[in-house]
């Protein structure tokens, strides 16, 4: 027998599908229960198991299929594990098996408690009528299932923190994992051509700005930044604010290149070819920053979040309290001229294998687990 791996849902892409592939590749012999299964075939299927939910079209819509969810967790049917490991950002540390895992011991890895009930001003989708109906009796519950792990872990200091203050647990902090290997290489990649001539048009010095176009994530700092400082601009994605960030640096004439949905290849170049990397939003990890110092490129980003526990400030970029112009000028200069071989440093200790190192040492120090599970462990 060995343990039972707990996720949400599965996505094709993510970041806390790519913290499963990687909690998967330690406890190989662990099957994946879920509540559904969205990309097929990242795991073997014999590996993973749906919920009900699967077979309704409740899986298209989060928020609707958000009040069955605890429900759901709590009636996963029979297992024999000897131990639980939940990957949560939603109710998933609610799981329960019955049979013989009923009362096992059960970790959870936290990325967050669930946004749409504790802090929905992080996360608009919280705002709907169903989700804010709901919140009042799910936080309740949820806090009262957070006391049934004997341990959790939280993506950061700043989630630690905020499990302090929701679920009224203590908690171990465990970095997510970053390929930091894919990214601090000599490898330039197989560029279309279509790439090439992007990277042919690049300002000589510019300074970048890379994420999903999205109100919260701020790239009209990364804007700002640059026309405070004097300094070419690239933004990096897609999403919603395209529109809103076209009419603002369209005051600012030559000064902001657009590129639309970068590919690994091009992205890892864009940020090796950057001056700085800017990251103004308040994050509860933050994996770009960590990826832009692994090409050497220093960053500057916001005191608060889960980038100021990341990037050294003063050494491997700076940390802003306030994004005005003044304050914006004098990082970005002051960035620029850091250590690239100090970026990498930096880097490498958020990789992947850290990651899988803790995860493993978390779970077999716990005194909770036997013989059997470690060695599975081992196998990974």
Known sequence: MSGM???????PHGGAEKVMEEIAAVFPDAPIRCLWDDAPGRFARERVSE??????????????ALPFMPATWRNLGKSDADWLLCSSHLFAHHARF??????????????????????????????????????????????????????????????????????????????????????????LGDFTP?????????????????????????????????????????????????????????????????VDRPSHALLRELYRRALVFVFPPVEDFGIMPVEAMATGTPVVAAAVGGASETVLDGGTGRLLEAFGDRELKTAIEQAAGM??????????????????????????????????????????
């Open 5 to 11: 791996i707990v996720h949400e849902w599965l996505e």
């Open 51 to 64: 919920t009900w939910l699967a077979r309704t079209p409740l899986r298209k819509s989060k928020s609707l």
């Open 98 to 187: 019955s049979g013989l895992a009923r009362d096992v011991p059960k970790f959870v890895y936290a990325y967050t408690p669930a946004r749409y009930i504790w802090t929905p001003e992080l996360d608009p989708r919280g705002l709907s009528l169903p989700v804010r109906l709901a919140a009042l009796p799910l936080k309740g519950l949820d806090r009262k299932r957070a006391q049934e792990p004997v341990a959790i872990a939280g993506i950061s200091k700043f989630v630690v923190s905020r499990i302090r203050e929701t679920w009224q647990r203590e908690s171990d902090v465990i970095y997510p994992p970053v390929n930091v290997g894919d990214f601090d290489t000599e490898e």
């Open 194 to 258: 279509e790439e090439e001539r992007i990277l042919q048009d690049l300002p000589e010095s510019f300074i970048l700005g890379a994420s999903r176009f999205i109100p919260y994530k701020r790239l009209d700092l990364v804007i700002a930044a640059g026309a405070a400082a004097g300094i070419q601009v690239v933004l990096a994605g897609s999403g919603p604010s395209l529109p809103a960030l076209k009419a603002q640096a369209a005051n600012h004439p030559g000064l902001v290149t657009f």
């Open 339 to 380: 250590d690239p071989a100090a970026c990498k440093k930096q880097a490498w200790t958020f990789d992947r294998q850290v990651f899988r190192d803790n995860i493993r040492s978390w779970i077999e120090e716990s005194g909770h687990v036997g013989e059997e599970p470690a060695a599975a462990v081992t196998a990974g």
